[in-house]
């Protein structure tokens, strides 16, 4: 019923940059929250950065100045923008929506997943 496509993971150098997309799509009646999460071999996954439907941000430590989270409200759409990336970077990053179906239910949706590999 809703489907999140990620996008734009890939292998860049340190110093480089990215951006990493997440569509949703399906019987959507409104956002509650927006988050990325990202999971490195034999770790937690974490969470890096989240954006609620008033606009207030949240960023982990170690991507803050460094990442940014924003949306696209017509497309339904959240952004990952990464600066600066450095190898303790790398991991796999999921998008995670919080919204409101049809049905006027709170559910939460991930992502697929996309790889980001930071290496020289």
């Known amino acids: 019923q809703v489907q999140l496509v990620e996008s734009g993971g890939g292998l860049v150098q340190p110093g480089g940059s990215l951006r990493l997309s997440c569509a949703a799509s399906g019987s959507i009646f409104s956002i509650s929250a927006m988050r990325w999460y990202r999971q490195a071999p034999g770790k937690q996954r974490e969470l890096v950065a989240g954006l609620t439907s008033g606009g207030s941000t949240t960023y982990a430590d170690s991507v803050k100045g460094r990442f940014t989270i924003s949306r696209d409200n017509a497309k339904i759409t959240v952004y990952l923008q990464m600066n600066s990336l450095k190898p303790e970077d790398t991991a796999v990053y999921y998008c995670?929506?919080?919204?409101?179906?049809?049905?006027?239910?709170?559910?939460?949706?991930w992502g697929q997943g996309t790889q980001v590999t930071v290496s020289s």
């Open positions: 995670n929506v919080e919204l409101w179906d049809s049905h006027r239910r709170l559910d939460v949706y």
